[in-house]
């Protein structure tokens, strides 16, 4: 008996762990795409979800992440929450080390999550969290699949975070749209990322994402540059990209070209990242 298919409204699902993070040796902090998307959702409108796995042992931590977007999040209880330790040189490198795994999403993961939308983003922080079995369960639901590359190119193990390109190339097949950051694009490539690597891979819609220089569009054997909405610099950037993939997935759900909601998300990543900007002193008299 084959898999039965939804009824699908227009949207998008994001799935992914919610992850415990200690950043520069601070108290422990909410992290993970759940923990970013939501303002990326609220932002670009239409109907949208997130629903993240964790242990109950950690949902306080999550608490506020609730407060904020209600019903958009949903967090399904699992044996276990990802970790991880960020450590900022400066503003733009970090040394980054997994400190527990996450659950991985299966089909009674998938079933619990019960995903509606046309799309559905998938948000993994290790190559382990979404199984090529699972991508192929939401083709067959029939979900346009999006996917961060980071659960490419990021080891399923504990310690110092290691980068290979040793992923299941059966991952690719039912991938509709694929976003890299520079350095995983670098590292899926064996070298420089070009046409010519997007068309080895076979996803339809590839972005690159260049930081402060904007991103990299590959489809259909074309390549657009989509310049940053405006520069923001002198602030760490976790989140930044969890942010623009979400965001730059629903405006596709609503209709917008890729190079709309890519400027669409840029616009937002901008933003929120002026948000962190320190707030300079009142003058004192």
Not at 31 to 48: H, M, P, Q, R
Not at 165 to 171: A, F, K, S, V
Request: charged share 25%; with cysteine; hydrophobic share 45%.
């Amino acid at each position: 008996m084959g898999t039965v298919r939804p009824q699908l409204v227009d949207g998008v699902t994001v799935l992914g762990n919610l992850a415990v993070d200690q950043i520069d040796g601070a108290p422990p902090s909410p992290g993970g795409c759940a923990s970013f998307a939501g303002v990326a959702l609220e932002y670009a409108g239409g109907v949208g979800q997130i629903v993240a796995m964790g242990a109950p042992a950690d949902h306080h931590l999550f608490t506020g992440v609730l407060d904020r977007f209600g019903s958009l999040v949903r967090i399904v209880d699992s044996d276990r929450t990802a970790g991880f330790r960020l450590d900022y040189v400066d503003v733009d490198h970090r040394a980054m080390s997994v400190t527990a795994l996450g659950p991985i999403w299966g089909t009674d993961e998938i079933d619990t999550a019960n995903p509606e939308t046309t799309w559905v983003h998938l948000a993994p922080l290790l190559r382990a969290d979404f199984p090529e079995e699972t991508l192929a369960l939401l083709a067959e639901r029939g979900h346009k699949v999006a996917y961060d590359g980071q659960g490419l190119v990021r080891a399923d193990r504990v310690g110092p975070l290691a980068v290979d390109r040793d992923y299941p190339h059966g991952l690719l097949r039912d991938i509709s749209v694929l976003k890299l950051a520079e350095d995983e694009a670098l590292i899926v490539a064996d070298g420089e990322f070009d046409a010519s690597t997007a068309e080895r891979l076979g996803v339809p819609e590839i972005l690159v994402t260049l930081g402060s220089e904007g991103c990299d569009i590959y489809t259909e054997g074309d390549v657009v540059r989509v310049p940053a909405a405006w520069r923001v610099t002198g602030v760490q950037a976790t989140g930044a990209g969890d942010m623009f993939t979400a965001c730059y997935v629903a405006n596709r759900a609503a209709g917008a070209s890729p190079v709309a909601a890519a400027r669409r998300a840029s616009e937002l990543v901008a933003r929120e990242l002026e948000k962190r900007l320190p707030v300079p002193s009142p003058d004192r008299v």
